[in-house]
C-alpha cells in the first residue's frame, strides 16, 4: 500500500534532515523553490526575487478568488 514507504522517508533519526515533496509536476515545482530557499539564505539578491514571487503568486491566488467570488457569490 506504500506505506512503508512513507515511513522509511518521514521516520528518520535525528541529525537526517529529509525534505520529502510531491509527485509530478507539482513537486518539481516545491523542490525547486526549497532550493531556490536554501540558496537564498546567503545571496540578498535572491531573497528580493523569491520575495517577489510569493508576493506575485498571491496576488494570482487573491484574483483567481475574486473571480470565483464573483462567479458564485
Known amino acids: 500500500q506504500g506505506f512503508d514507504s512513507l515511513l522509511s522517508t518521514a521516520q528518520m533519526p535525528g541529525g537526517v534532515s529529509v525534505a520529502t515533496m510531491a509527485i509530478g509536476k507539482a513537486g518539481a515545482k516545491n523542490a525547486g523553490l526549497l532550493a ?10 535572491l ?5 517577489q ?3 506575485d ?3 494570482q491566488v487573491e484574483a483567481k478568488n475574486r473571480k470565483l467570488q464573483s462567479a458564485h457569490g
Do not use: E, F, N
Open 47 to 51: 531573497t528580493q526575487k523569491l520575495d
Open 57 to 59: 503568486m498571491a496576488k
Open 36 to 45: 531556490v530557499q536554501i540558496l537564498a539564505l546567503g545571496d540578498a539578491g
Open 53 to 55: 514571487y510569493k508576493k
